[in-house]
């Protein structure tokens, strides 16, 4: 585990444990979960956030499977125990209570008109629950009850960001000073679009993403069916199944790459069965490794297990430490 002398940097991000994890949440969050963990000067907590992920329609039955599949694709993408903390959220109830007193500082109507609310109300119409609302400040309390600076995660959770900045200010301002105002981490892979050429790759629609345990059949088969053009003559395209090609050809293959591509594009043409044959193989190649990573963890439960406690142990105490600041601050203790 990585000790320091000096107080380190800290560092905080989550995964809901709604399903596989796909590329986007590979490049965009692990991807920068992974590249921190790296410096010593950071003292990195990653969690599977399970009480974020029964906001939605959910199966009690196999949630714990979920979260313990999450764990294990933590791990098997390179999550490191010796230099970054695993824990799960709803193992730490102090998040929990930080979000209520937070909670009590924040207005109904600015959740109200947070775009991600807006589209769970559209998206779920018949589970529209109060978790959903406040879904962003139990956000903001998981990073601010560690004290987080900095936070790596994908470009659709900005706002939720930008929220748990708001929250920090505000409680530093009625209270006095208590939370740092946490940065967001982008990595080059921070907006994945989806297969379908629409809008971002999301769990919420299957024939959107590339799973992460998907073999290399499964990836071809799925590149076939993004919808492409001849492009001759055109501009180079920023939405559509093209563009979502040339995001991942760039993201897996290289900037030259998908520059040659281009090229093709606005004069001969691109050949895309062989285009997407070439993607599949380099997307293998990088997911293969981490399906046998992940196969070794699942060979290892007590070693999994023996991971969370550790981690757990070492967050609860910052938490309950910062619980305690904020709720003697607010004249509850
Ligand atoms: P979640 O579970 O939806 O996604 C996990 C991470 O994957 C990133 N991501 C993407 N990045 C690039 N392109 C995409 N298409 C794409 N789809 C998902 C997300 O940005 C995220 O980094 N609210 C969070 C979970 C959370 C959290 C936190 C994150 C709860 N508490 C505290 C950071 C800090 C979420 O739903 O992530």
Do not use: W
Request: glycine content about 6%.
């Amino acid at each position: 585990m990585k000790t320091s002398s000096t107080t380190p940097t800290r560092i905080f991000s989550g995964s809901r444990p709604t399903g596989p994890l796909h590329l986007g949440n590979y490049l965009g969050g692990i991807k920068g979960y992974l590249a921190l963990q790296e410096k010593k000067e950071y003292d990195c907590i990653y969690a599977v956030v399970d009480l974020h992920g029964i906001t939605s329609p959910y199966n009690p039955q196999n949630y714990p499977q979920q979260v313990q599949e999450l764990v294990l694709e933590y791990l098997a993408c390179g999550l490191d125990p010796e230099k970054a903390h695993l824990i799960i959220q709803s193992h730490i109830p102090e998040h929990i209570e930080l979000a209520y007193l937070f909670s009590t500082i924040y207005p109904v109507s600015r959740l109200q008109q947070l775009p991600t609310y807006k589209d769970k109300k559209k998206n779920q119409p018949h589970y529209v629950n109060l978790g959903l609302l406040s879904y962003p400040v139990l956000m903001a309390a998981d990073i601010l009850i560690y004290k987080a600076q900095l936070v790596p995660v994908g470009k659709d959770q900005l706002p939720h960001l930008e929220l748990t900045r708001e929250i920090a200010r505000k409680f530093n301002r009625l209270f006095g000073k208590t939370f740092p105002e946490p940065q967001a981490y982008l990595t080059p892979g921070a907006y994945v679009p989806s297969l379908t050429g629409q809008g971002k790759m999301s769990k919420t629609n299957s024939k959107s993403y590339i799973s992460l345990m998907d073999n290399l059949e499964t990836i071809k088969n799925k590149l076939a069916k993004v919808p492409t053009d001849t492009g001759k003559g055109k501009k180079i395209p920023s939405t559509g199944g093209v563009a979502t090609l040339f995001t991942l050809v760039q993201l897996f293959q290289g900037e030259e790459k998908r520059k040659e591509y281009e090229k093709l594009y606005l004069s001969t043409g691109i050949k895309y069965q062989s285009l997407k044959k070439e993607l599949a193989l380099a997307i293998y190649q990088v997911l293969q490794p981490i399906q046998e990573k992940r196969n070794y963890y699942l060979r290892r439960p007590k070693l999994v297990r023996d991971i969370l406690t550790a981690g757990e142990k070492y967050a609860r105490t910052i938490a309950r430490e910062t619980l305690n600041e904020a709720k003697e601050k607010m004249g509850l203790l």
